[in-house]
Every structure is written in structure tokens, then in C-alpha cells.
């Protein structure tokens, strides 16, 4: 089989970029590890950058995002026991975010490959990925006991943290740059109407906590826990107690139908692409999910990959492709900086020194009291430009 572009992965990244090329005329098979229900069913991020909304609508994938998403005009914090807005409307000259699922835009993109004819296949494990010097990579795959290969132009790696594509990339020119976190998140999914119409994140003694939602009817709620801690160590009357002391609000309960730890990490790989390989989304970088980061920095770069297939093939230019990792990274790292000043600010490190727990207080008094501070944060949380966008 021979394809121009090989996009390993089915996650948002990979879907999205699949789609963009085709709306361009430029083909695409996309290989994916796991099954479509189990795509379709990982509960992750659900809010959604200004940049990220244009993109999708762009690309017309905006219908049900415009029906059924529910936008915000900025976010509270929860912090000394008060409710402190932070404007994103008015801070951010009338830019907004969206609170749409992660779980409902990979729905909307696999439904959208239906009408496209996209060839996807799914429950195939790459085994190899050879030649990415050359000018017809190759893929080798294994599906139902059986081996493949995919012929391709380039590659396009969204296949997640774990996935093959980073490990494709040469070791004599890699990078990578980690940091790990001393707590992580304990999240659920409830049947509850979320008491708040914006996210909350919540500073607290006893650590941090998040309110935010899925739906009118579906409340997405986190606690920080401890990186040993596990879901059996939390009643669902404990965690509900814990999120209404540590959030400041008493949430509605409901029945809760899905409950988590996700661990907490920076994480980037440099360069993001060697020869005709390419990364994008987590398979380049993760964030820790409190600025609401993962996706839709995985959907900038396919912003600007896609840009730089259109150029290739549409104007015969290498240059957007040659220039892709470095133009990637200069966002990359000021999402990564934003990230983690969140993930610093907002929950309890029990490292700290009373110096460093001052210092703490001082950062989101400054963030509370100043205008040029909220009009950075309202700035980095609907999102920094993307510098070239695809010519849709
Ligand atoms: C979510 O709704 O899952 C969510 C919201 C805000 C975050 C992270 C996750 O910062």
C-alpha cells in the first residue's frame, strides 16, 4: 500500500491532520494501535483555546462543537476562601474558550473520515519504521498475526507518550527534557449539574481541586492526590467532602460514572523531526493537564504541520517543513512555561519551604490584584497565535 502522508495515531492529532490534507486533495492512511471504541472512549481534556474552536470550524468540523459545546467568558479561582474571576473576555480582546470534550471531538473527526473515506486501520501494532532519510519511508505494521507495509512520502507521529514514533527518532540528535511532579490528580466524571458555569481551580491547604464539566448535566471534577495514592484509598462520600472543603462551593452530587489518577509530568523531545519524520501532539510533548494544555497544543501543531504539507505539495516548498520542529518548539515551550506556572501556582507541594509557600501566596496575589498579570494569564490560557495556519 503507498500513501503521500502515514499518520500513526487516531487520537485528535492524527484525525484532525488526516482531515485537513484531504479537504487539500493530499492523501493519507492513518494506522492506529488500538480499536475505534476504545479511541472514541478516553475521558481526557475537555476545554477547548479560541485558536483550537477556529481551526476545528474552519475545517468544518464546528457543527455539533457550536451546538453543544458551552463557551466561557473566563475562569474563577477559588483561593483564602473567595471566588476571584479572572475575565478571559475582557482580558483577551473578546476570546473565549469552549467547553467541548476531547472524547466528542474524536466522534466528530471519525464520523467525518466516514464521509471522507479515509482508510484507517485500527488494531495494528507498527513494528518498524524504516528510511526516514530517504524519500519513501516505510512502515511496517502487524494486524491479526499478519505483517505490512505502508509506502509513504512522510511520516506523521501523533501517536501519544508511549508511542512508537519518538523512539523512531535518531538517538545521536534527540533531547529530552522532564520534570516530574510530587502529586497528581484524582478526577471523576459525575451525573451532577455542574454548580459553577466556569471552571473553578481551587488553591487549598489540602491541595488543589477543579470544577469544570462535560455538559449541564455532567459535572469533570479533580482532586491533587499523592502520587501512591490509589481510587480504592477514596469514598465517593470522601471525595465529594473533599472537593466541597477544598473548592470553597458544595457541589451537586450525582452518581459518579468514572473516576481516574492521571500522574503529573513536563516533557519535551527536541528536535520534533528528523528527515521525513514528524511529531506532533504527545508524542512530542506533554503538559500537566492545569492549564488545560494537552490538546490543544496537539492540535497547533497540526496547524502548522498541515500548513507545511499544503506548502509541499500544493507550491512545491520544502521550507515550512524544514522549519516545522523550531517553529513548533518556540510555542511548545512557552505552552510548557505556562503549564507549569499553573500546575505551581495552584497546588500544594509539601517540599516547600515557608520561603517558597510565601513566594507562592505573592504569585497569585500579584495574579489576583494586577491587570498586565490577568491580560498575560487571559492571554496564554485562550491561547498564543499559531504562526501559520492552514490555507483552508
Ligand atoms: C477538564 O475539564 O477536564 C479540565 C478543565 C481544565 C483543566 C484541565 C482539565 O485545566
New binding site residues.
Given amino acids: 500500500m503507498r500513501t503521500q502522508v502515514a499518520i500513526i495515531g487516531a487520537g485528535p492529532a492524527g484525525l484532525l491532520l488526516s482531515h485537513i490534507l484531504y479537504l487539500r486533495g493530499i492523501s493519507s492512511v492513518i494506522i492506529e494501535a488500538r480499536s475505534q471504541s476504545y479511541c472514541e472512549a478516553r ?5 477547548l483555546e479560541q485558536g483550537t474552536v477556529d481551526i476545528l470550524r474552519a475545517a468544518g468540523l464546528g457543527a455539533r462543537m457550536d451546538r453543544e459545546g458551552l463557551p466561557h467568558h473566563g475562569i474563577d479561582i477559588a483561593f483564602d476562601g473567595g471566588i476571584h474571576p479572572i475575565s478571559i473576555e475582557k482580558y483577551d480582546g473578546g476570546r473565549q474558550v469552549m ?1 467541548y ?1 476531547q472524547t466528542e471531538i474524536v466522534k466528530d473527526l471519525f464520523r467525518q473520515h466516514v464521509d471522507n473515506g479515509t482508510v484507517i486501520i485500527t488494531d495494528a501494532e507498527v513494528t518498524a519504521i524504516h528510511d526516514i532519510d530517504g524519500i519513501s519511508p516505510q512502515i511496517l505494521y502487524r494486524r491479526e498475526g499478519k505483517d505490512h507495509t505502508l509506502n509513504c512520502d512522510f511520516v506523521a507521529g501523533c501517536d501519544g507518550f508511549r508511542g512508537v514514533s519518538r523512539k523512531a527518532m535518531p538517538t545521536s540528535i534527540r533531547n529530552d527534557f522532564d520534570l516530574i511532579y510530587p502529586y497528581s490528580w484524582l ?1 471523576i466524571l459525575a451525573k451532577a449539574t455542574p454548580m459553577n458555569k466556569v ?1 473553578i ?1 481551587a488553591q487549598h491547604p489540602r491541595g488543589f481541586a ?1 470544577q ?3 455538559s449541564n448535566d455532567i459535572s ?1 471534577l ?1 482532586i491533587q492526590v499523592d502520587n501512591d495514592d490509589h481510587v480504592d484509598n477514596w469514598s465517593d462520600e470522601a471525595l465529594w467532602d473533599e472537593l466541597d472543603v477544598r473548592i470553597g462551593v458544595k457541589q451537586n452530587r450525582g452518581e459518579i460514572i468514572q473516576k481516574g489518577i492521571t500522574p503529573m509530568r513536563s516533557f519535551v523531545s527536541e528536535p520534533m523531526s528528523s528527515g521525513r519524520l514528524f511529531l506532533a501532539g504527545d508524542a512530542g510533548h506533554i503538559v500537566p ?5 494537552g490538546l490543544n497544543l496537539a492540535i497547533a501543531d497540526i496547524a502548522l504541520l498541515s500548513a507545511a504539507f499544503i506548502d509541499f505539495y500544493c507550491a512545491e516548498s520544502e521550507v515550512q517543513l524544514q522549519e516545522y520542529s523550531s517553529r513548533a518548539l518556540r510555542r511548545v515551550w512557552k505552552v510548557e512555561r505556562f503549564s507549569w506556572f ?1 500546575t505551581t501556582l495552584l497546588h500544594t507541594d509539601h517540599r516547600h519551604s515557608e520561603f517558597e509557600k510565601k513566594l507562592q501566596r505573592a504569585d497569585m496575589d500579584y495574579l489576583l490584584s494586577s491587570d498586565a498579570a490577568m491580560k498575560s494569564f487571559a492571554e496564554n490560557y485562550a491561547g498564543l497565535p499559531v504562526e501559520i495556519l492552514p490555507d483552508l
Wanted: charged residues 20%; contains cysteine.
Fill in positions: 475521558i481526557r481534556a475537555g476545554i467547553a470534550g478526577g471552571v481551580y477543579l469544570s464539566m462535560r469533570r479533580y493537564p492545569t492549564g488545560a494544555k499553573c
